[in-house]
């Protein structure tokens, strides 16, 4: 997750409450929280569709 939080330049806390309201794909393994590179991808891509697209 700390990965993904300075590839988009913000907080874990950010990250976190993202995928608490289920915007963002999260995949667990054992007690590690990993996201997968495709769906940052398509968050980000999500963020950056004009209103009405996504």
Not at 10 to 19: G, H, I, Q, T
């Amino acid at each position: 997750m700390c990965q993904a939080a300075d590839r988009l330049q913000v907080s874990r806390s950010s990250l976190y409450r993202e995928v608490g309201r289920g915007r963002l794909q999260v995949v667990k393994l054992g007690h590690l929280t990993r996201i997968r590179v495709e769906d940052l991808e398509a968050y980000v891509s999500a963020l950056m569709a004009p209103p009405g697209e996504a």
